[in-house]
C-alpha cells in the first residue's frame, strides 16, 4: 500500500511559479513510476509528467518547456516545479505511482492561475 499526499497548491499570478511536492509512503518508492495529472471539471484526468525509476521524463506537449518533473528517492518525494503559469493551467492536480501492477492517487491539490 502507498499512501501519496500532495502540497504546494495556491493561488498564483499569470507569469508566476509554484512547485508542488508529493510525499509517498513505502520503502519501495524508487521502483514506482511517479506522474502528476491534473483535471478540470467537466473533463477527463489528463497526465501532465511523468519520471519512471530509471530512465527518460515524460511531459504533455502543453507544458513542456515550463514543467519539470523531479523526485528525492531519498526522501520518497516527486517534485512539479512549474513556471510561466497560465490561466490554462488551473486545475485539481493528482500525484499518481504506478507499480507492480497497482495504481495509487494523492488527494489532489488546487492550482488556481488568475490575476
Known amino acids: 500500500q502507498v499512501q501519496l499526499v500532495e502540497s504546494g497548491g495556491g493561488l498564483v499570478q499569470p507569469g508566476g511559479s509554484l512547485r508542488l511536492s508529493c510525499a509517498a509512503s513505502?520503502?519501495?518508492?524508487?521502483?514506482?513510476?511517479m506522474g502528476w495529472y491534473r483535471q478540470v471539471p467537466g473533463k477527463q484526468r489528463e497526465l501532465v509528467a511523468a519520471?519512471?525509476?530509471?530512465?527518460?521524463?515524460n511531459y504533455a506537449d502543453s507544458v513542456k518547456g515550463r514543467f519539470t518533473i523531479s523526485r528525492d528517492n531519498a526522501k520518497n518525494t516527486v517534485y512539479l516545479q512549474m513556471n510561466s503559469l497560465a490561466p490554462e493551467d488551473t486545475a485539481v492536480y493528482y500525484c499518481?505511482?504506478?507499480?507492480?501492477?497497482?495504481?495509487?492517487w494523492g488527494q489532489g491539490t488546487q492550482v488556481t492561475v488568475s490575476s
Open positions: 513505502g520503502s519501495i518508492f524508487s521502483l514506482y513510476v
Open positions: 499518481n505511482a504506478k507499480g507492480f501492477g497497482r495504481t495509487y
Open positions: 519520471i519512471p525509476s530509471i530512465g527518460s521524463t
